[in-house]
């Protein structure tokens, strides 16, 4: 069974910073191309990074020299450092799997609530 679980949400003021964590079970994570994606209230979901294993990360631009992707294949965790904070980062945060099957994946999500 696939399980991906996001932790480390939660309230900061404007200009904070936020490590999101999404620990990954039942996929062969080294192969896996991890992402994190976001959905704000009213919104839909929109694409927030991606790393896949081996390659260069890549980023929405909304998000460019703020947000840091990295993994940890060790741990099968792939991690969201959030800098310098904005009121309209607020979102549910998800992270996705695309597995070597072609199957994607997505955890249950975690609220980050950015106060001005």
């Known amino acids: 069974q696939v399980r991906l679980v996001e932790s480390g949400g939660g309230s900061v003021q404007a200009g904070g910073s936020l490590r999101l964590s999404c620990a990954a079970s039942?996929?062969?994570?080294?192969?896996?191309?991890m992402a994190w994606y976001r959905q704000g209230p009213g919104n839909q979901r929109e694409w927030v990074a991606t790393?896949?294993?081996?390659?260069?990360?890549m980023y929405a631009d909304f998000v460019k020299g703020r947000f840091t992707i990295s993994r940890d294949n060790a741990k099968s965790t792939v991690y969201l450092q959030m800098n310098m904070l904005k009121p309209e980062d607020t979102a549910v945060y998800y992270c996705?799997?695309?597995?070597?099957?072609?199957?994607?994946?997505w955890g249950q999500g975690t609220q980050v609530t950015v106060s001005s």
């Open positions: 996705k799997a695309f597995t070597i099957t072609r199957q994607n994946y």
């Open positions: 039942g996929i062969i994570f080294g192969s896996a191309t």
């Open positions: 790393m896949p294993n081996g390659d260069r990360s």
